[in-house]
């Protein structure tokens, strides 16, 4: 037995490995697979995964202009030719980097403690760019202040938790049919894919195409226009190349099962992108480049929360605010409960039964307390990370792989420079990878079915296309309530005698109300302040682990009664 074989047994058999349910813990029941070496490098793995987020949601969030002002009419409606106001856009971009890893830390230890799941939360992309483009607008443009803004993402972070509380957010999780959380599942990995083929977060193998929305790219960034197009020398770009060396290099090294695998990809394609004077190199001799570059040698370096920190404005008057609330709730909750549905099937611990998930309470719970919590350091509302797909398929399936990655966003506080200059041609592959990974449960939707075939298909194709999960789950479900409605009034109204041929073959969408009800979805310990029994979504199922605690112990007495019998015989 090696060292770390000798770290994951003692782990497995202490209180912590107890606690997060590690395989051989003797633990009632265990996360099958689950180890404690392998939940260290799951959690990196996301964590790496999603760095991009640290200065991407700072740079868009920046754009909304914050807390910075200037006088309109003296400079214009976004103030950029004061002086002024741009230093002030400079330090705000910092307090951003630092909220963005705070919260994001803060909220990944509560999620990996508390409910003891791999998924991993943070301001969420999209509902930041709604937030600073749409409803602040570009430099405090729009409708609403930043700081109005931000008290509407405080009480949508309230609203969600007293949705939460009651079990109400729960039950609407698992009103969505089966056949539609597994088609999430497969549109959130292509969606993951046509990321990683972008250039924002990707290799920049596609781009946009005025004519074709979409088209073979590749082209080095000097050769793309404003709005991203490739203007020429298409498949000539370095990076690209490099991109898919590192793509190529993942599927062989997990064809081989090397640990590591998707970390040891990100890792290599990023230090050769690091040198500056290279075709492939992350720091151009451009402006930006030299400033990204500057910002990359300080290597360590920690900003305070200067100027967003409590900026709340309580002013509900205007209709614009509310249209934000609403919109970000809608959002997010289908956004946060279609991921997490996801990342809980891809991980092999969804419970078939009740098509629900262990600590799915929990989980809700963490999400809207860390989007109010957000709020309060000046950030967009947070949301669970796709990207989490990254750690799970490294072997994560605790909360431990969340607990690393929310520690390494508090180091990140110190190494910002450095984590925030992964290249995205170095994570697009591994966005690439699990997207394929996520595609296996694709087999299992009901598409004899057309009832339950052709809503998932939709789901399927409007969560990349629309790119949003939270319109993907609309259509879905929108397009299966229609069909399904239809052939249930048909069928009722003719007394059974008009139904499609295959009407049998229809998924039971509605068996997880005579599987638990709602009592199934009230939090614990809401029933036990009731003098309830709480109702376990693992209730009937026997468990089967093997106490590997208990067998060491029984092999170290067997051990000590040997010894002690042949100094016995020995001193006869």
């Not at 200059?421 to 690439?432: D, E, K, Q």
Request: hydrophobic residues 45%; neutral net charge.
């Amino acid at each position: 037995m090696g060292w770390i074989d000798t770290l994951n047994t003692f782990v497995a058999c202490s209180a912590v490995g107890r606690w997060f349910r590690l395989e051989g813990s003797g633990a009632k029941v265990e996360r099958p697979g689950s180890k404690f070496s392998i939940e260290l490098r799951a959690g990196l793995t996301t964590f790496v995964a999603m760095a991009y987020i640290i200065s991407t949601n700072a740079l868009i969030l920046t754009d909304s202009g914050g807390t910075c002002d200037c006088d309109r009419e003296l400079y214009g409606a976004t103030c950029a030719t004061d002086p002024a106001y741009t230093k002030c856009l400079q330090g705000l971009k910092l307090d951003l980097i630092t909220a963005t890893c705070a919260i994001s830390c803060l909220a990944c230890i509560l999620m990996g403690a508390l409910a003891n799941l791999p998924i991993a939360l943070a301001p969420g992309m999209g509902l930041n760019a709604y937030f600073a483009y749409t409803v602040v607008g570009y430099h405090g443009t729009g409708k609403v202040s930043y700081r109005n803004a931000l008290a509407a993402v405080c009480i949508e972070g309230i609203i969600f938790f007293i949705l939460s509380v009651v079990g109400l957010r729960q039950w609407f999780a698992r009103l969505i049919p089966v056949s539609l959380k597994t088609a999430t599942a497969a549109g959130i990995g292509i969606y993951l894919s046509f990321i990683g083929l972008q250039s924002a977060a990707g290799i920049g193998l596609i781009t946009g195409s005025p004519a074709t929305l979409v088209e073979l790219g590749g082209c080095p960034p000097q050769y793309r226009d404003a709005n991203n197009v490739c203007k020429g020398h298409h498949m000539e770009g370095g990076p690209t190349w490099l991109g898919i060396l590192g793509l190529m290099l993942i599927g062989t090294m997990l064809l081989y099962r090397l640990k590591g695998a998707i970390l040891i990809g990100i890792a290599l394609v990023a230090i050769i992108s690091w040198p500056r004077p290279t075709s492939v190199t992350y720091f151009p001799y451009t402006p930006a480049g030299t400033d990204a570059f500057n910002f990359f040698k300080k290597v360590v370096t920690f900003h305070p929360i200067e100027s967003t920190l409590n900026q709340f404005h309580w002013d509900l008057s205007s209709g614009e605010v509310w249209i934000a609330l609403i919109t970000f709730l809608y959002v997010d909750i289908l956004d946060c409960t279609g991921t997490m549905f996801s990342m809980a099937k891809f991980g092999g611990y969804m419970d078939e039964r009740t098509q629900d998930f262990e600590g799915s309470s929990m989980a809700f719970l963490v999400d809207s307390s860390s989007i109010a919590i957000g709020s309060a350091f000046g950030c967009s509302p947070l949301t669970a990370f796709i990207e989490s797909g990254a750690g799970i398929a490294e072997g994560g399936r605790t909360g431990i792989t969340t607990i690393v990655t929310g520690v390494m966003f508090f180091i990140a506080l110190f190494f910002a420079p450095i984590f925030a200059s992964f290249p995205p041609w170095a994570t697009g592959p591994a966005l690439i990878t699990v997207g394929s990974m996520m595609m296996q449960n694709v087999v299992q939707i009901n598409w004899k079915y057309i009832g339950d075939g052709l809503p998932a298909f939709i789901t399927i194709i409007m969560i990349p296309f629309g790119y949003s999960i939270g319109y993907g789950l609309i259509a879905g479900i929108g397009s299966f309530i229609f069909i399904n409605s239809s052939v249930n009034l048909i069928h009722r109204m003719s007394g059974g005698r008009i139904a499609p041929p295959n009407y049998a073959e229809r998924d039971d969408w509605l068996g997880f109300v005579t599987r638990g009800g709602f009592k199934s979805n009230i939090p614990p310990w809401i029933m036990r302040l009731f003098g309830k029994q709480p109702v376990s979504i693992g209730d009937g199922d026997e468990s089967n682990n093997s106490d590997m605690c208990a067998s060491n112990d029984t092999s170290s007495e067997l051990k000590e009664v040997t010894v002690s019998r042949d100094q016995h015989a020995h001193q006869i």
